[in-house]
């Protein structure tokens, strides 16, 4: 991974993000995703992501491309690829750094204004699984929330909106309580030890900053609760899950979440159209270059007008009349 470009400050006036769970570096999943979102929120143009990320950089840009996403945040998980990440985000302390086209991975902690609101960020979490894992290879202790992590977040003062990869201690959202209750994987107690210890210093950051909404990921389940002093927290669920995608309203911040069932018609929709799109544009391209085809395939700039004038970008008529320029000359390049 290479920086592309740093920055410490970040303001977007945007009225609606994208929030995304873990990932996991799953393409397939991301391109579900990419194909849903067209449709069910076409003015968005930023993703927060909550980290477990894991997708290769150049492969998001080309997974996003047909997108209105522009940017994507990266809150930083525990199954992140430290060993590189760590460098980089040392070599432009307290700034976010531009991996790809779009991806941004966030420092620990981050501010960002979005939609006038304030927002925090604290990235890492402990593996509860880290002892099927070698370390440098499958896990860096650098995974870890740390007490200057914990002092910085909280200097930087309060916030409407906190964005972590690791649950607070505390939390309200019952299937999070149930899961922390029967350790249903069985993971060893060392491991738990580690896990609670991390969730505590995330809600020493809650408990100080106060934001109106936490949303998280990391365990791998989708809920939501109120605290009895209303604030509110939302887990995502893990890629291919339920719950691993919602749409955030920065003013009211309120979470809409579209369910699993939703999200696979939304993306076979969009292969349907886009198999009927591609059915349009050959046979437009055919016939806006029709005496030049001669049985070969349209040329790139027949098939781009053919992709203008079926997306809506340019009529028939300046299509024609594009074309009619191209192939004739003007009596001045004769002379
Ligand atoms: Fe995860």
């Given at each position: 991974?290479?920086?592309?470009?740093?920055?410490?400050?970040?303001?977007?006036?945007?009225?609606?993000?994208?929030?995304?769970?873990?990932?996991h570096?799953?393409?397939?999943?991301?391109?579900?995703?990419?194909?849903?979102?067209?449709?069910l929120?076409?003015?968005?143009?930023?993703?927060?992501?909550?980290?477990?990320?894991?997708?290769?950089?150049?492969?998001?840009d080309?997974?996003?491309?047909?997108?209105?996403?522009?940017?994507?945040?990266v809150?930083l998980?525990?199954h992140d690829?430290?060993?590189?990440?760590?460098?980089?985000?040392?070599?432009?302390?307290?700034?976010?750094?531009?991996?790809?086209?779009?991806?941004w991975l966030?420092?620990?902690?981050?501010r960002?204004?979005?939609?006038?609101?304030?927002?925090l960020?604290?990235?890492?979490a402990?593996?509860?699984?880290?002892?099927?894992?070698?370390e440098?290879?499958?896990?860096?202790?650098?995974?870890a929330?740390?007490?200057?992590?914990?002092?910085?977040?909280i200097?930087?003062?309060?916030?409407?909106?906190?964005l972590?990869?690791?649950?607070?201690?505390?939390t309200?959202?019952?299937p999070?309580?149930?899961?922390?209750?029967?350790?249903?994987?069985?993971?060893?107690?060392?491991?738990l030890?580690?896990?609670?210890?991390s969730?505590?210093?995330v809600?020493?950051?809650?408990?100080a900053?106060?934001?109106?909404?936490?949303?998280?990921?990391?365990?791998?389940?989708?809920?939501?609760g109120?605290?009895?002093?209303?604030?509110?927290?939302?887990?995502?669920g893990?890629?291919?899950?339920?719950?691993n995608?919602?749409?955030?309203d920065?003013?009211?911040?309120?979470?809409?979440?579209?369910?699993?069932?939703?999200?696979?018609?939304?993306?076979?929709?969009?292969?349907?159209?886009?198999?009927?799109?591609?059915?349009?544009?050959?046979?437009?391209?055919?016939s806006?270059?029709?005496?030049?085809?001669?049985?070969?395939?349209?040329?790139?700039?027949?098939t781009?007008d053919?992709?203008?004038?079926v997306?809506?970008?340019?009529?028939?008529?300046?299509?024609i009349e594009?074309?009619?320029?191209?192939?004739?000359?003007?009596?001045?390049?004769e002379?």
């Amino acid at each position: 991974m290479k920086a592309l470009e740093v920055t410490a400050s970040i303001t977007l006036p945007d009225t609606r993000v994208a929030v995304v769970g873990d990932l996991h570096g799953n393409v397939g999943w991301a391109q579900v995703l990419a194909r849903t979102l067209p449709s069910l929120a076409p003015d968005v143009t930023t993703m927060l992501q909550l980290g477990d990320w894991q997708m290769p950089p150049a492969e998001t840009d080309e997974v996003f491309a047909e997108t209105g996403i522009e940017r994507i945040y990266v809150t930083l998980g525990n199954h992140d690829r430290w060993n590189e990440i760590t460098p980089l985000l040392n070599r432009h302390p307290g700034a976010a750094v531009r991996v790809s086209k779009m991806t941004w991975l966030l420092p620990r902690p981050a501010r960002l204004t979005i939609g006038g609101r304030r927002v925090l960020s604290v990235g890492g979490a402990a593996s509860v699984d880290r002892e099927s894992r070698i370390e440098g290879l499958t896990w860096w202790p650098d995974e870890a929330i740390t007490d200057e992590h914990v002092a910085a977040a909280i200097a930087g003062g309060s916030a409407d909106l906190m964005l972590t990869h690791e649950s607070p201690a505390g939390t309200p959202v019952r299937p999070v309580q149930r899961i922390l209750r029967t350790n249903p994987h069985g993971f060893p107690q060392s491991a738990l030890d580690a896990s609670a210890s991390s969730r505590a210093r995330v809600s020493e950051v809650w408990d100080a900053v106060r934001p109106e909404l936490l949303m998280h990921g990391h365990l791998h389940v989708a809920g939501g609760g109120k605290t009895e002093d209303g604030r509110r927290v939302a887990s995502f669920g893990r890629d291919t899950h339920e719950g691993n995608l919602g749409i955030l309203d920065m003013k009211t911040l309120k979470v809409s979440a579209p369910s699993l069932a939703v999200i696979r018609g939304m993306a076979d929709r969009w292969e349907d159209d886009y198999l009927e799109r591609e059915r349009r544009m050959k046979s437009v391209a055919e016939s806006l270059h029709f005496g030049a085809l001669d049985g070969k395939k349209p040329s790139p700039a027949a098939t781009q007008d053919a992709r203008d004038y079926v997306n809506g970008r340019r009529t028939l008529d300046e299509l024609i009349e594009d074309v009619r320029r191209r192939h004739t000359r003007r009596p001045e390049d004769e002379a």
